[in-house]
T-cell receptor, first 115, second 112 residues
Framework: NAGVMQNPRHLVRRRGQEARLRCSPM?????VYWYRQLPEEGLKFMVY????????ESGMPKERFSAEFPKEGPSILRIQQVVRGDSAAYFC?????????????FGQGTRLTVV | DAKTTQPNSMESNEEEPVHLPCNHS???????IHWYRQLPSQGPEYVIH???SNVNNRMASLAIAEDRKSSTLILHRATLRDAAVYYC?????????????FGSGTQLTVLP
């Protein structure tokens, strides 16, 4: 069973471009979470999605950021018109659908650099 | 989410046990205690979790105080590869929010 797969591992974008980060959850997992880690800082929750639904986006910046988890395919975190402050590591996690206490499994992250 | 308090940093010698403390005095009855760690340049990794009883797995042990207001992660024999930031997180499974809320964690340094 492959782990959570994120791609690309490294992404360089010029200011004003769009960044698309992909996350394929573990097989059988229907819950996906995105986190951002700024340099030398802790992990901050951004958004929690289930298939075709956004459950909690309380950590998402109000503008330029969006996330989706379609019925088929990976979850996508999209950042429009990137700025230097968006440079960070973005981690995706997934967990199984059963209700109750379960652990989350994290990917290796995408390191976004805005130049 | 109820908050946790951890020391900013700790040191250990290689092959010695390490006890990483966590205080969570406002823990509720439906909060599970989770531990994750993050090695340099990697994503967080699940370590262990528990509710009331002590727990053991291949990575570590979790000792939970009787009043549940504190817990200790125990690495029985630290190796250099255990150097990481260790996060103690409370996860309330009774509500709809299921995300993990990370604090600043404890930076563990393992000395050879």
């Amino acid at each position: 069973n492959a782990g959570v797969m994120q791609n690309p591992r490294h992404l360089v974008r010029r200011r004003g471009q769009e960044a698309r980060l992909r996350c394929s959850p573990m097989k059988g997992h229907s819950h996906v979470y995105w986190y951002r880690q700024l340099p030398e800082e802790g992990l901050k929750f951004m958004v929690y999605l289930q298939k075709e639904n956004i459950i909690d986006e309380s950590g998402m910046p109000k503008e330029r950021f969006s996330a989706e988890f379609p019925k088929e395919g990976p979850s996508i975190l999209r950042i429009q018109q990137v700025v230097r402050g968006d440079s960070a590591a973005y981690f995706c996690a997934s967990s199984p659908p059963r209700v109750g206490n379960t652990e989350a499994f994290f990917g290796q992250g995408t390191r976004l650099t805005v130049v | 989410d109820a908050k946790t308090t951890q020391p900013n940093s700790m040191e250990s010698n290689e092959e010695e046990p390490v006890h990483l403390p966590c205080n969570h005095s406002t823990i509720s009855g439906t909060d599970y205690i989770h531990w994750y760690r993050q090695l340099p340049s990697q994503g967080p990794e699940y370590v262990i979790h528990g509710l009331t009883s002590n727990v053991n797995n291949r990575m570590a042990s979790l000792a939970i105080a009787e009043d549940r207001k504190s817990s200790t992660l125990i690495l029985h024999r630290a190796t250099l590869r255990d150097a990481a930031v260790y996060y103690c997180i409370l996860r309330d499974v009774s509500g709809s929010a299921r995300q993990l809320t990370f604090g600043s964690g404890t930076q563990l340094t393992v000395l050879p």
